[in-house]
């Protein structure tokens, strides 16, 4: 197949493309040309630089390579899925967007957006979706039209061009540029005997998934006619607590010391997150299992040896310098810890 990928440098891109690649497919990646992953494509991968806001201008390009699926793996806004399905729908067999659990009411829930009772059983596909559009208008300047739920209204309401929808949980693996893992492993490289965090937010759970088995899922429902007009969750069956997750971190890392928790009115206000932690986001990945035959493709073990491996060779740029722990002790000698 020739399957075209707009983004593809930064984070899971790169390890879709390389998949892609090895499966023997005609690959192009449609960047900006200043991430490192740029300079870096697999041979016989086809580069075409351009903005993703001016998509339609470079339609000559995008037709010469004449690619039968389009992976978009960043279409945040309402305009940027027009834009995607007006450049593609006489070009294209399929459009592939990337979507999120971001999507889902529960998860607004989650960040005390959305109202409602609390529920207990795992997301499914059908799972009611947010109701407040722009869930980060107010907080991130950068995401003021940001709405998962608006482009994939979009993209699965063209009929002249398929589409498919999956949705991520949270990422994490090498390149992350988020660093999610590195704050707790700051702590255990400072060899701190405990790690403290407020009670509720230790028992939440939220769905994760190693970004080299979600680059797998990717290309499953790019490369799979089955999945033409599909929505489809991935992500990795044990959903583990904070607690748990931080616990991983710890085993695979050889840290000896322990995770201790204190009710929210115990810590300062800085230190407990604002969440309604009741509200676990769980994912049921049965139907991309039982229909596209997806299965993980790295250990669990493994895959967190490669993310701490690639955390310490390259710390974020603010990491920690001499950080204070003497709060954390003083309310751990007061928690009698």
Same mark, same amino acid.
């Given at each position: 197949?020739?399957?075209?990928?707009?983004?593809?440098?930064?984070?899971?891109?790169?390890?879709?493309?390389?998949?892609?690649?090895?499966?023997?497919?005609?690959?192009?990646?449609?960047?900006?040309?200043?991430?490192?992953?740029?300079?870096?494509?697999?041979?016989?991968?086809?580069?075409?630089?351009?903005? =993703?806001?001016?998509?339609? &201008?470079?339609?000559?390009?995008?037709?010469?390579?004449?690619?039968?699926?389009?992976?978009?793996?960043?279409?945040?806004?309402?305009? &940027?899925?027009?834009?995607?399905?007006?450049?593609?729908?006489?070009?294209?067999?399929?459009?592939?967007?990337?979507?999120?659990?971001? %999507?889902?009411?529960?998860?607004?829930?989650?960040?005390?957006?959305?109202?409602?009772?609390?529920?207990?059983?795992?997301?499914?596909?059908?799972?009611?979706?947010?109701?407040?559009?722009?869930?980060? /208008?107010?907080?991130?300047?950068? /995401?003021?039209?940001?709405?998962?739920?608006?482009?994939?209204? %979009?993209?699965?309401?063209?009929?002249?061009?398929?589409?498919?929808?999956?949705?991520?949980?949270? %990422?994490?693996?090498?390149?992350?540029?988020? !660093?999610?893992?590195?704050?707790?492993?700051?702590?255990?490289?400072?060899?701190?005997?405990?790690?403290?965090?407020?009670?509720?937010?230790?028992?939440?759970?939220?769905?994760?998934?190693?970004?080299?088995?979600?680059?797998?899922?990717?290309?499953?429902?790019?490369?799979?006619? /089955?999945?033409?007009?599909?929505?489809? !969750?991935? @992500?990795?069956?044990?959903?583990?607590?904070?607690?748990?997750?931080?616990?991983?971190?710890?085993?695979?890392?050889?840290?000896?010391?322990?995770?201790?928790?204190?009710?929210?009115?115990?810590?300062?206000?800085?230190?407990?997150?604002?969440?309604?932690?009741?509200?676990?986001?769980?994912?049921?990945?049965?139907?991309?299992?039982?229909?596209?035959?997806?299965?993980?493709?790295?250990?669990?073990?493994?895959?967190? =040896?490669?993310?701490? @491996?690639?955390?310490?060779?390259?710390?974020?740029?603010?990491?920690?310098?001499?950080?204070?722990?003497?709060?954390?002790?003083?309310?751990?000698?007061?928690?009698? %810890?």
């Amino acid at each position: 197949m020739k399957i075209l990928l707009l983004g593809g440098t930064r984070f899971i891109g790169p390890h879709a493309v390389k998949r892609l690649a090895d499966a023997g497919h005609e690959v192009a990646v449609f960047n900006r040309g200043i991430t490192p992953g740029a300079a870096s494509l697999p041979q016989g991968v086809v580069s075409i630089t351009g903005d =993703r806001a001016r998509l339609g &201008d470079y339609r000559k390009a995008f037709r010469s390579f004449a690619p039968d699926v389009v992976v978009d793996l960043f279409a945040y806004t309402e305009a &940027d899925a027009r834009l995607l399905m007006e450049t593609f729908q006489d070009m294209a067999g399929r459009v592939v967007a990337i979507s999120s659990c971001d %999507v889902y009411q529960a998860f607004g829930r989650v960040n005390k957006i959305e109202s409602g009772p609390i529920t207990t059983e795992p997301l499914t596909e059908q799972s009611k979706l947010c109701e407040k559009r722009y869930p980060f /208008r107010g907080h991130r300047p950068d /995401r003021e039209y940001y709405d998962k739920v608006l482009v994939e209204q %979009v993209v699965m309401g063209q009929q002249s061009l398929p589409g498919t929808i999956l949705r991520l949980p949270m %990422v994490y693996g090498p390149h992350d540029y988020q !660093h999610r893992v590195y704050p707790y492993l700051q702590q255990m490289r400072d060899g701190r005997p405990f790690i403290l965090i407020e009670e509720g937010f230790a028992s939440w759970r939220w769905a994760r998934g190693y970004v080299e088995d979600i680059a797998h899922a990717i290309c499953l429902v790019a490369t799979d006619d /089955r999945a033409k007009n599909q929505i489809y !969750h991935v @992500a990795e069956e044990q959903c583990f607590s904070m607690r748990e997750w931080i616990e991983r971190i710890g085993s695979v890392y050889g840290w000896d010391g322990k995770v201790i928790t204190a009710p929210a009115a115990e810590l300062p206000t800085e230190w407990v997150p604002q969440l309604e932690t009741k509200q676990h986001i769980q994912l049921d990945t049965a139907k991309i299992r039982r229909e596209l035959g997806y299965t993980e493709q790295t250990a669990a073990e493994e895959s967190m =040896r490669r993310t701490l @491996a690639w955390e310490l060779d390259h710390p974020p740029e603010n990491v920690w310098q001499g950080i204070d722990y003497s709060t954390e002790d003083k309310l751990a000698e007061r928690l009698g %810890v």
